[in-house]
């Protein structure tokens, strides 16, 4: 078994709606067998040393473990996916998706598996696969150990994992539809997306002031702050030394507690100390911790733990020491090893509870109860492994929240309010907490900044407490934003002009636009990251950025298909339009296939999916998606399923001929609406690029679903041009040498027809002349298809590659080309083979006169267009040639008469 590739999906993508991970694996010998013909060296062993395989339920409900023995169609790439799948199980990670699909290629299977956590996910596949190779087909060292493989990864996985607590926080926020992302290894993620988001690590979030952390860190300051509230606290003195905390022992009376001044968990502190010598022996375990150190009045009662959220009490427990509790026959020891195999505890915070530990501090504990680890306790008997209650050091918590008497409610409220922290958990120590600390004597011991909420989402006894929706419900009070809105646009051509004038007008109408295209990530307007930014990695970006609070998304079919969308869900999905480019990459080789792919955008699509009624493959998307809304675009006034949604009252972006020429029109609940004339549309080249018309009418159609409004959707379209520094690479045009050049980046049939149509609706006066290539890993038909885009509509043809040869012969793309417009019926002597890029360019550069246009197609934009700027024609004009494209018109002008065009608009008058 060969892994042949590996692709992390982190959201949406063409297998699944959730984060998963791809294995693209040769099963070699093992792809005509079943799990079946390995029943007693694979399946009995697995369910040994996974349990919880016993559980999982194959696709059809039926058990897994019943389909490995009986199902031949359950192969070994399924049972791979599976084990990764229970692994992440048994270490506390939820998640779901274990299936292995075929390929075109025979013997390779798609092993497809779910993930909570990248890292996590790629250890459990690995392990799976080692695992299932090493049990059909063992080593003959013998040197495999399953079970510590297992708990190697079960190490890895704990060390790596949200704990508790985050994910209780984590929870919350999806079940309110907050996103959420993780930030770091440990536990700091960011809730929200763009201007809304907030973060939060632990029980600190942003909102906390770091100046109330610091109060409650200073347990000295915090006491005196606490008790010039007249709230209740324990005397207590600031001491340097073993012989000043003696004296101050004996001055506030024993027994005493002695902690830090600066420390948190329960570490360094010692209760109930009796004696000058405990006193010392305290002094010295506090002081190893560092700062200052404390010595204050013990109170009696149990330890209970107040958690304040926003100003309110959301929930308290009783903590009990780390103990346990005899059964007549066994030690200590024992009863420990037994406790520790619960599986709520684990090491440190990763589990609902921590492990106990027979330590000296242990040691000493049970020595103060005359006992030993082998002591043997009677049944029901206590003993005790630490002062403390802490639940870090294996305390134990009962919910007490439905009992806390009113006083003490207000109390908790009233010292985290003075301290100043949203998150705060007050350490209150009373005999009874449904008595009043004025009856009881109970006291406030500490305040926590950052307090845990293990002991309140999942308590040894009692109720559970949401504490991770009053959290959220804090930070993100209800009918508050936390998601900003994503527009999402994929399709072959046009895609990053749409995007780029979607873009325009939403910073025309006072936005702050993150943007992802196949050039740039940019914010604003200003330039990120350059480079092909279309996949999950650039979305994160925008989605990150603080300032944002609208997004554009162009989604291209390579970062679909490597690692799916960057966001669950967007809120406005378009797909402008399918043909044929990319196929034969990526395990997509048909038209059908490049559409499978690139409808996810509008299967992801919540309020409205965009889609091209002219276009059978895009039209054919609005069965997949679950939009409220689905708007059609189309340059056909006459599409009759077009004209039928209208009259459904549904959302549509027509262009319609009118007295004035071409237009924009949206149809909206029965409403037609006239938006825009296509000529007053810069892009458009007054309205003859009909590719950018209808760009504009999607930018239009997804601007208006944002919910802009019909001015600020014109105002954006009337400002937006097809110049080099607004749209660099997208019909760029040049006049200032005499003659026209445009420069695209079109590199497939669709596009550079599109652009050879465009010349043709210019009617240059001059020789037509075109620079074409075709991308080198494109199928011999693609380049082909280039070539006769062109033929027969320009004077001089001039074939060339670019840099990137992709494993093509320098010359192949071009003379392929040479040959597909020979047999297209060009003129051989028309056409000229010349490989280099920048060649080409200065090529058709110096054979250019005046009134001539030059079409040049080129991967290498900037290069490109500082070549076409800085050339100097022998015979430049001093003034700017004429644009007939511009001045010529359709109209027939009778005999005797003229056309007149004044402020009252254009009319015929008798000559004279």
């Known amino acids: 078994m060969k892994l042949l590739s590996t692709s992390v999906y982190v959201g949406p993508n063409v ?67 599976r084990v990764a799948l229970t692994l992440q199980k048994l270490a506390a990670l939820p998640t779901d998706i274990a299936r292995s699909e075929p390929t075109a290629a025979e013997g390779v299977r798609e092993v497809l598996f779910g993930y909570a956590t990248r890292r996590i996910g790629l250890e459990a596949g690995d392990l799976a696969r080692l695992i299932v190779l090493e049990l059909v087909d063992p080593r003959a060292d013998g040197k495999f150990r399953l079970n510590d493989e297992i708990d190697d990864f079960f190490a890895f996985a704990s060390r790596r994992s949200l704990g508790p607590s985050a994910m209780a926080l984590v929870k919350a926020a999806e079940a309110r539809d907050i996103p959420w992302i993780r930030l770091n290894d440990d536990s700091l993620i960011q809730l929200g997306q763009g201007k809304y ?92 911790e560092g700062g ?6 013990m109170i009696p009662g149990a330890d209970h733990r107040l958690l304040v959220v926003n100003g309110s009490l959301v929930a308290a427990a009783k903590r009990v020491p780390a103990r346990v509790v005899g059964d007549g026959r066994s030690t200590i020891e024992a009863l420990v090893d037994a406790e520790n195999r619960d599986p709520r505890r684990g090491v440190g915070h990763e589990n609902m509870l921590t492990r106990l530990e027979l330590d000296k501090e242990a040691e000493r504990m049970l020595a103060a109860q005359n006992l030993r680890a082998d002591s043997i306790l009677d049944e029901g008997c206590e003993a005790f492994l630490r002062r403390t209650a802490n639940l870090s050091t294996g305390g134990t918590a009962v919910d ?146 603080p300032d944002v609070d609208m997004a554009v998304m162009e989604t291209a079919r390579g970062g679909i298909v490597r690692a799916g969308l960057g966001y669950q869900y967007c ?77 459904l009252g549904a959302r549509a972006v027509v262009l ?19 938006l825009i004339w296509t000529h007053l549309i810069p892009a458009t080249i007054e309205g003859k690029a009909l590719h950018n018309v209808e760009n504009a009418m999607f930018a239009a159609a997804m601007a208006y679903s944002l919910g802009l409004t019909l001015d600020q959707i014109r105002a954006g379209l009337r400002t937006f041009n097809n110049s080099y520094y607004q749209s660099p690479g997208r019909m760029n045009v040049f006049d200032e ?71 093509r012969r320098p010359r192949e793309i071009p003379e392929m080309m040479r040959d597909a417009l020979v047999a297209a019926g060009v003129d051989p002597s028309a056409i000229e083979v010349i490989p280099g890029e920048l060649d080409a360019i200065d090529r058709a550069l110096s054979l250019a006169k005046r009134n001539d246009l030059i079409l040049l197609f080129a991967a290498a934009v900037a290069r490109a267009w500082k070549r076409i700027i800085y050339f100097s024609p022998a015979d430049k004009p001093e003034e700017r040639i004429e644009d007939t494209s511009l001045t010529k018109t359709d109209i027939d002008v009778p005999d005797g008469f003229e056309i007149v065009r004044d402020e009252r608009g254009v009319r015929l008058i008798r000559r004279g």
Do not use: W
């Open 737 to 807: 040498h005499g003659f026209r050049v445009i420069l695209d980046y079109g590199h497939n049939a669709a596009a550079i027809a599109s652009m050879a149509d465009l010349v043709e609706r210019l009617e240059p006066r001059g020789k037509r002349i075109v620079c074409v290539t075709c991308p080198g890993d494109r199928r011999d038909e693609d380049v082909i298809a280039n070539a006769e885009a062109v033929a027969g509509k320009f004077d001089i043809y001039i074939c060339h590659t670019d840099d990137d040869l992709r494993g």
């Open 400 to 545: 007490v929240t439905e009992v806390v008497h009113p006083d003490n409610r207000l109390m908790a409220e009233r010292a985290i309010k003075a301290v100043g922290l949203d998150i705060g958990g007050v350490d209150f120590l009373t005999t009874d907490i449904t008595k009043s600390y004025r009856e009881t004597g109970g006291a406030i011991c500490e305040i926590n900044a950052g307090p845990g909420i293990r002991m309140h989402i999942s308590p040894s006894e009692g109720a559970p407490r949401d504490v991770g929706g009053a959290v959220m419900d804090m930070l993100f009070p209800p009918g508050e934003p936390s998601r900003i809105p994503i527009a999402a646009l994929t399709g072959t051509n046009g895609k990053t002009t749409t995007s780029r004038m979607l873009g325009h007008i939403l910073k025309m109408s006072g936005h702050v636009v993150g943007q992802t295209s196949t050039d740039a990530v940019s914010i604003d307007g200003n330039v990120t990251v350059k480079g092909d930014m279309t996949g999950p990695t650039a979305a994160s970006m925008v989605l990150r950025d």
């Open 197 to 288: 988001q907030k973060r939060i690590e632990a029980a600190l979030t942003s909102q906390t002031p770091s100046i109330a952390v610091d109060i409650a860190k200073d347990k000295e300051f915090c006491t005196q702050l606490l008790y010039d509230l007249g709230l209740p606290v324990p005397e207590q003195r600031y001491v340097r030394d073993e012989e000043d905390a003696v004296s101050a022992a004996r001055r506030i009376g024993f027994p005493v507690v002695v902690k830090p001044v600066d420390g948190n968990h329960g570490r360094g502190v010692s209760i109930n100390l009796e004696t000058d010598n405990d006193v010392c022996d305290g002094f010295g375990k506090a002081a190893s």
């Open 571 to 647: 809120d406005v999905g378009a797909v402008l339009n399918v043909s044929s480019d990319h196929l034969g990459l990526g395990g997509v080789e048909t038209l059908d296939d490049l559409a499978r792919v690139k409808r996810l955008v509008v299967e992801v699509a919540r309020d409205t999916a965009v889609l091209n009624a002219d276009n059978i493959y895009t039209l054919k998307m609005a069965e997949h998606t679950s939009a409220k809304n689905i708007c059609y675009v189309s340059r056909n006034p006459n599409n009759a399923l077009v004209r039928e949604h209208i009259k």
């Open 15 to 81: 297998f699944s709606r959730t984060a998963l991970i791809r294995f693209t694996m040769d099963l070699g010998a093992y792809s005509e067998k079943c799990a079946a013909d390995f029943s007693e060296r694979l399946i009995d062993p697995l369910l040994d040393a996974l349990p919880g395989l016993a559980k999982e339920v194959a696709a059809d409900g039926a058990s897994f473990v019943e389909r490995m023995r009986t199902a031949r169609d359950c192969d070994l790439g399924e049972v791979i996916a």
């Open 656 to 674: 319609e001929r009118g007295a004035n020429g071409e237009q924009i029109v949206l149809y909206d609940k029965e409403n037609q609406i006239p």
């Open 292 to 297: 200052g150190v404390i010595v204050e009045k």
